[in-house]
């Protein structure tokens, strides 16, 4: 592994690969009684959380007192950005205080990398702006490859705001680099410039894209980061885009309904569809902490070239 | 290489150790004793060498002895002290019973400085707490850097801490024998 988990782009075949089993290892210790392990005994995390988030942060801060680390969760409302101090300025003072691993999740794509050249610590992204969320991509390969056992030869169709979505971005690259048939679908407006170039299939009929999906993904309509009309209504967008059951019909009979998470009900999904019974939404955020509990473990590991 | 034990003699010893566990369980207590017996396997050849005492049990008195697989990755004293290379992979721990109360034989296939089974003493415990935990192995090669010593041994085997050795089971290797290696 290298030193940081910055990008899915990071990862060979083979680590990704080795992250998805040893997630699967990590899995049983959320089972046991005692849910922790000495593993990472006496390291510092330090969870720099820049974007408001529940679930990852949350998911990160139980991954990492699974396996014993000592954590240290900082709010961006309660520090000193809000006096004006820089990203850098913060990182360097994080770094003087030597903490081992910095999962840092910030709206500026790119906010990580920054982190990663000034900090000797570990960084993981836990989301950068519109650019990637590497440890979202691979909970939901995980989640993915235990229903249907292979991810190669999928038929997985994406969508939803593609424009905004760093989810989007990182499972893209890490579904293709598996050997999945990706197929993104959004309105026009919502479609990445250039997204065909890393290997997928465009759309902008659902109904079409659907057809014969082993896996449906959905993707938040994230209306805080849009400064213009990308559709002409909430309504409307759920007419023309919404998942429901009758969407759901048109794909395999054993299809799996994925959703990152915060769900949008009657936006982007229909709560018939959210909560039926093709939806593995919330085994996602479970598998969510064993991801990160084998992300944390391979990379307290040796830097490749050292 | 030197062949120590080949697959004859590994046969012979395993059923040996199932004799002793039957000689020392079923008397005290009456065959109830048996019951409060569980095997579990330290990966990875610990688990089919308890899988085959297991089954030896089976053959001689007909009991069935629940077995579970230990990884003991995440528990190992050595693990964060050198940050080079990449991390051990981590196989999965499956103990599908209850460990409270039970009578446990832990099992390895060789024991040498003990550091394996302190780890492995600290993860059973996290399962639970176990009325006894013994320990089995197929060979003891000596060099204990810890306080540990074996219940059940299948062969002490004198070794110099330049030698290493090697124990190949089928269900891993295709072929069962211990092999000593001068280095």
């Known amino acids: ?306 | 290489m030197p062949v120590v034990l080949d697959a004859v003699r590994i046969g012979r010893t395993l059923t040996r150790i199932a004799h002793e566990i039957l000689e020392r369980h079923v008397t005290p207590g009456g065959p109830g004793d048996m019951v409060q017996l569980a095997f579990v396997g330290i990966r990875t050849r610990g688990v089919p060498i308890a899988k085959r005492i297991a089954s030896a049990i089976r053959e001689i008195n007909g009991q069935e002895i629940p077995t579970g697989a230990l990884d003991i990755t995440l528990y190992r004293d050595d693990l964060m002290r050198h940050a080079v290379g990449p991390q051990p992979v981590i196989r999965r721990t499956e103990i599908p019973f209850s460990i409270d109360d039970k009578r446990i034989l832990l099992v390895d296939d060789v024991l040498y400085t003990g550091r394996t089974i302190r780890a492995a003493l600290d993860a059973l415990i996290d399962f639970g707490r176990p009325k006894a935990i013994q320990l089995i192995v197929l060979v003891d090669r000596g060099h204990r850097e810890l306080p540990i010593k074996a219940d059940y041994v299948g062969k002490n085997l004198p070794t110099s801490l330049s030698q290493s050795v090697q124990v190949h089971l089928t269900e891993i290797d295709g072929r069962d024998d211990v092999e000593i290696q001068d280095a």
């Open chain 1, 1 to 306: 592994m290298k030193k940081d988990l910055l990008g899915i782009g990071d990862l060979t075949r083979d680590e990704i690969y080795l992250i998805l089993d040893t997630a699967e290892a990590m899995r049983e210790i959320g089972q046991r009684p005692i849910k922790k392990v000495p593993t990472l005994r006496g390291k510092t995390v330090v969870n720099l959380f820049y974007e408001p988030s529940t679930r990852t942060r949350t998911s990160f801060e139980i991954a990492e007192k699974r396996l014993s680390a000592d954590t240290l969760n900082i709010a961006v409302a309660a520090s000193s950005v809000l006096k004006g101090e820089t990203l850098a300025d913060t990182a360097m003072n994080i770094e003087a205080m030597a903490p081992d691993v910095i999962v840092i999740r910030h709206a500026s794509s790119g906010a990580c990398h920054l982190l990663s050249r000034i900090c000797k610590s570990r960084v993981i992204n836990a989301g950068d702006g519109m650019h990637e969320h590497p440890t979202q991509a691979l909970l939901d390969a995980f989640t993915i490859r235990e229903h249907k056992k292979r991810i190669d030869g999928l038929k997985v169709t994406i969508v939803g705001d593609l424009l905004h979505s760093r989810v989007l971005r990182s499972n893209v690259l890490l579904l293709t680099e598996l050997g999945a048939d990706v197929c993104v679908c959004g309105p026009s407006t919502l479609v990445p410039i250039g997204i065909e170039r890393f290997g997928v299939r465009v759309s902008t009929n659902v109904d079409e894209a659907v057809r014969d999906a082993d896996v449906i993904m959905m993707l938040r309509i994230q209306q805080e980061r849009m400064h213009g009309a990308f559709f002409p209504s909430v309504r409307e967008y759920f007419n023309t885009f919404g998942m429901t059951p009758a969407r759901v019909a048109r794909a395999k009979p054993d299809v799996i309904i994925m959703h990152p998470g915060p769900m949008n009900r009657g936006v982007e999904i229909s709560s018939e569809v959210a909560d039926g019974p093709y939806s593995v939404i919330l085994e996602q955020v479970a598998n969510g902490v064993s991801v990160r509990m084998a992300v944390l473990y391979l990379l307290a590991g040796g830097v490749e070239g050292d």
